[in-house]
């Protein structure tokens, strides 16, 4: 039988190659896994985290495997095999490491959107994480890999620094309007979807010290689609976690697809397109700020020197806590329950290293975070204070006063006291 790598190997590449509907009639007439193919197909009707096997393991790893979801999104079927809830799953993929069958995979989201992107009808934009620099090799420049992505058929590419920008704005002017008593805290990285989930549905207490601010991936695909109606978006990162935001109720309206830094590589390779080798099409918008959301410490320094900007003479400055990786957020969250930390702006990054230690990021944490770091001081400018076009965007998005921003920026704001959901 055919294996769900080889299948899906074999549909990317018909799909890419825009002959998927043939390979399907040839896929059909052989022995393949229907519940496979329907995964490649119609990822949304499937969890981020997905089965493509029976369970060969016992009893024991059965039970070590469902201990290891915070989320409770793992149960047994009437086979006595491990499923993944769909309405639960938030994508952490710590059940895809600890399964010793290696039945459990990530959900791959390619066929659906090489459809859109084919169908020519709207156009679809890129949507790059922060940490994408130097992602598919250090020869591959902002300006080629945009090049690149036009090559495959996106309209364009847009770096989701740029509104990390703005979401940094928001949490800076937040924390200036909240903290006031040196009691006080503001939780952050709102960027973070496992973060705000572990919040959310299980240290719901807390909720009341994180600032109603959506992700940079939901502002940057709200915006392209309020700036170009009818536009379709993808987000590209090194996280599944994203797989799983994009389909919360509240935000589902910003983000059509999510593809992993592997699943864009395969398409590059099927393509025959060496980003390396295509010419810049080079614009440097985002500041310092922006770009550094990828490593851990990132969000706490940009809202740092970004409030330093907006109020230099403040007697409460930032002092901020980090925990990066699920057990470490865990233990920080437990501490600000219980009154023991003692900073006054707590991050948590669900992935050891931050975004750069994402589960599908394409290189090691430690060369990611440097990268992410070297890219932000080649920033023209250090905070979204200083940076020209995020007013400008902010402007043409319907934003003239802070107080605008602050209270009608729908865009850019959710509330995290309702019950989370999918849509």
Not at 132 to 151: E, H, M, Y
Not at 286 to 292: D, T
Not at 332 to 349: P, Q, R, S
Request: proline share 5%.
């Amino acid at each position: 039988m055919t294996t769900f790598e080889e299948l899906y190997r074999r549909l990317t590449k018909a799909s890419v190659e825009n002959r998927l509907p043939e390979e399907l009639g040839r896929v059909r007439r052989e022995d393949y896994d229907p519940h496979q193919l329907d995964c490649l197909l119609n990822p949304d009707r499937h969890p981020p985290v997905i089965r493509i096997g029976d369970c060969a393991c016992s009893e024991s790893d059965r039970a070590a495997c469902k201990g290891k979801c915070l989320f409770d999104a793992l149960y047994r079927d009437e086979k006595g095999n491990m499923v993944v809830n769909s309405d639960l799953c938030v994508g952490c993929e710590e059940c895809v490491k600890g399964c010793k069958a290696k039945k459990l995979t990530e959900s791959r989201d390619i066929l659906p959107t090489l459809e859109d992107i084919h169908d020519a009808k709207t156009p679809v934009f890129a949507m790059v994480a922060p940490a994408f620099i130097n992602q598919f090799s250090s020869d591959v420049t902002p300006g080629k890999l945009r090049t690149a992505f036009k090559r495959i058929g996106f309209a364009g590419m847009v770096e989701v620094a740029l509104f990390a920008d703005i979401l940094t704005l928001k949490e800076a002017l937040e924390f200036d309007r909240n903290i006031v008593d040196e009691k006080d805290f503001q939780l952050t990285s709102c960027c973070c979807p496992m973060w705000i989930a572990m919040i959310r549905r299980v240290y719901q207490k807390l909720i009341p010290h994180v600032p109603g601010a959506v992700s940079p991936m939901v502002a940057c695909g709200r915006s392209i689609k309020a700036l170009n109606p009818g536009a379709l978006t993808v987000f590209i990162g090194p996280c599944i976690a994203k797989k799983a935001e994009a389909r919360e109720k509240d935000v589902a309206d910003s983000t059509d697809h999510v593809l992993t830094f592997q699943e864009m590589r395969d398409i590059f390779e099927f393509a025959g397109i060496d980003p390396a080798k295509m010419p810049e099409d080079e614009r440097d918008h985002s500041s310092r700020a922006g770009r550094i959301y990828a490593g851990t410490g990132g969000v706490s320094e940009a809202v740092q020197s970004t409030l330093e900007r907006l109020n230099p003479n403040r007697k409460i400055t930032v002092h901020a806590a980090q925990a990066d990786g699920v057990r470490a957020c865990k233990e920080m969250l437990g501490d600000a329950l219980t009154g023991k930390v003692t900073a006054n702006f707590i991050e948590g990054m669900g992935c050891v290293g931050g975004c750069v230690g994402g589960p599908k990021a394409l290189i090691p944490k430690e060369e990611g975070r440097k990268n992410v770091f070297r890219y932000g001081n080649s920033a023209t400018y250090r905070t979204p204070i200083d940076n020209p076009f995020v007013i400008e965007l902010l402007h043409r998005l319907g934003f003239d006063t802070v107080e605008d921003f602050l209270e009608k920026s729908d865009l850019f704001t959710r509330d995290f006291s309702a019950p989370a959901g999918k849509k």
